[in-house]
C-alpha cells in the first residue's frame, strides 16, 4: 500500500513536471509565421500567426550571417543572434541560431546562461577555451576546440568561450528555443537596474563593501 501510494505520488510529480515545462511547446500546425499586428492574424502560440496561406519564402530566411560582427567592445566577442524576432517563421518551432565572433589573443564570450534553450556549437574558425559548469555541487566541464569541432552546452548551466588563438576565431551555435534568452552573470549580478543591494552582495560573495561597489560601478557590455 506504502509503495502503491508513493508510485502514484511518483506518477503525479512526473505529469505535472512535464504539464510546467520551461521549453517552446510543440507546434499544432505545420508553422505559425510570427507578426506584430494581431489584427489579421490566426492562431496563438507564443507569436501572432499569419495567415498560412500568405507565407513567403522570406518569412523563413535571413541573409548575412556571412558578415562577422565587431568585436571591438571590453570583452572581444560578438554575437549576432537569428532568433524569431529575425526569422519570424521559427515561432513555435524551438529552434534558432548564432553566429558568435571573437577578437584575438582573448576574445571572450562572458559566463552566461540560456534560460530555454540547449546550445550547440560548431567552430568554424580559431582555437576556442569552452565550458560549463554543472548545478550544486559546480563540476566544470572543459574543452580545448579547433575548427570542426563540435560542444554543447545543456540547457541552463552557465557557460563561455574564449578564443586562446592568435587569429579571429568564429563559431555557429544551434539553441533549442525560438528565443533562447541570455544572462550574462556578471552582468545580471553587478548590473541590474536598479542594483541588487549592497549588502545582498558582500554577504553573497563574502567580500568587502568596496569591491562590491567597484563592481557595481563597472561598465557591463552586452555583447549582442
Ligand atoms: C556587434 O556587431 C555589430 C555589427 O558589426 C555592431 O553593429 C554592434 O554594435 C556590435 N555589438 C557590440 C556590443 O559590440
Ligand atoms: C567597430 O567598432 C569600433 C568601436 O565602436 C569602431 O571604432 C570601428 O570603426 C568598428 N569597425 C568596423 C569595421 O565597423
Redesign the pocket.
Known amino acids: 500500500m506504502q509503495r502503491a501510494r508513493s508510485l502514484v505520488a511518483f506518477v503525479l510529480l512526473a505529469l505535472s513536471s512535464s504539464f510546467a515545462s520551461a521549453f517552446d511547446p510543440s507546434p499544432l500546425q505545420d508553422f505559425c509565421v510570427a507578426i506584430k499586428d494581431p489584427k489579421d492574424g490566426v492562431f496563438v502560440n507564443g507569436k501572432f500567426c499569419r495567415d498560412p496561406m500568405l507565407a513567403t519564402a522570406n518569412d523563413f530566411s535571413f541573409s548575412g550571417l556571412n558578415i562577422p560582427?565587431?568585436t571591438?567592445?571590453k570583452v572581444g566577442s560578438?554575437v549576432t543572434l537569428v532568433n524569431v524576432d529575425k526569422i519570424p517563421g521559427l515561432n513555435t518551432l524551438g529552434i534558432s541560431l548564432a553566429r558568435i565572433d571573437f577578437a584575438p589573443y582573448g576574445g571572450l564570450n562572458p559566463p552566461h546562461t540560456h534560460p530555454r534553450a540547449t546550445e550547440i556549437l560548431v567552430v568554424l574558425e580559431g582555437t576556442l577555451y569552452v565550458g560549463f559548469v554543472t548545478s550544486n555541487p559546480n563540476r566544470l566541464i572543459t574543452k580545448f576546440l579547433n575548427a570542426g569541432d563540435v560542444f554543447v552546452f545543456p540547457v541552463g548551466l552557465i557557460h563561455f568561450q574564449f578564443n586562446i588563438g592568435q587569429t579571429n576565431a568564429v563559431a555557429i551555435s544551434g539553441l533549442s528555443s525560438q528565443n533562447p534568452g541570455v544572462i550574462t552573470i556578471a552582468n545580471a549580478v553587478f548590473g541590474s537596474n536598479p542594483p541588487i543591494n549592497l549588502d545582498v552582495l558582500t554577504k553573497a560573495f563574502q567580500v568587502d563593501k568596496n569591491v562590491v561597489n567597484y563592481l557595481q560601478k563597472q561598465f557591463w557590455?552586452?555583447?549582442?
Open positions: 560582427g565587431n571591438s567592445n560578438n557590455v552586452n555583447n549582442h
